[in-house]
Nanobody, 116 residues
Framework: QVQLLESGGGLVQSGGALRLSCAFS????????MGWYRQGSGDQRILVAEITDGGYATYAESVKGRFTISIDNAKNTLDLQMSNLKPGDTAVYYC??????????WGPGTLVTVSP
C-alpha cells in the first residue's frame, strides 16, 4: 500500500534554510528513484530533486547547489535539505516515486513559504 507523509515545511525568510522529511511506504524494488516535487500557486507540479537507491542525485537547475536530497531505505524516509531559500521556492512540496509509486496517489504535501 502506498502511503506518503511529508513534514517540515514552514515560514522562513529569504536566505534561510529548512529540512523536509517524508515517510513513505509501497516503494517497489523496481522503483527507479524517489523524488521531491513542488507546486506553486497556479503552477503545475514539477520535480525538483530525485535520488536513486544507489545514491545518485539529480536536481532541477532552479535548485541546484541549494538543495540536497537524501534517502534512508532502511527507515523508508526521504529528506530534502534546502538552503539559501528564495521567494520563488514558495510552494507545496511533495515526495513520491519517479515516476509516482501509484498513479494519482500523493501525500498531503508540506507548505514552504519564503518571505522576501
Amino acid at each position: 500500500q502506498v502511503q506518503l507523509l511529508e513534514s517540515g515545511g514552514g515560514l522562513v525568510q529569504s536566505g534561510g534554510a529548512l529540512r523536509l522529511s517524508c515517510a513513505f511506504s509501497g516503494k517497489h524494488p523496481t522503483t527507479y528513484a524517489m523524488g521531491w516535487y513542488r507546486q506553486g500557486s497556479g503552477d503545475q507540479r514539477i520535480l525538483v530533486a530525485e535520488i536513486t537507491d544507489g545514491g545518485y542525485a539529480t536536481y532541477a537547475e532552479s535548485v541546484k547547489g541549494r538543495f540536497t536530497i537524501s534517502i534512508d531505505n532502511a527507515k523508508n524516509t526521504l529528506d530534502l535539505q534546502m538552503s539559501n531559500l528564495k521567494p520563488g521556492d514558495t510552494a507545496v512540496y511533495y515526495c513520491n516515486g519517479v515516476p509516482p509509486l501509484r498513479p494519482g496517489v500523493w501525500g498531503p504535501g508540506t507548505l514552504v513559504t519564503v518571505s522576501p
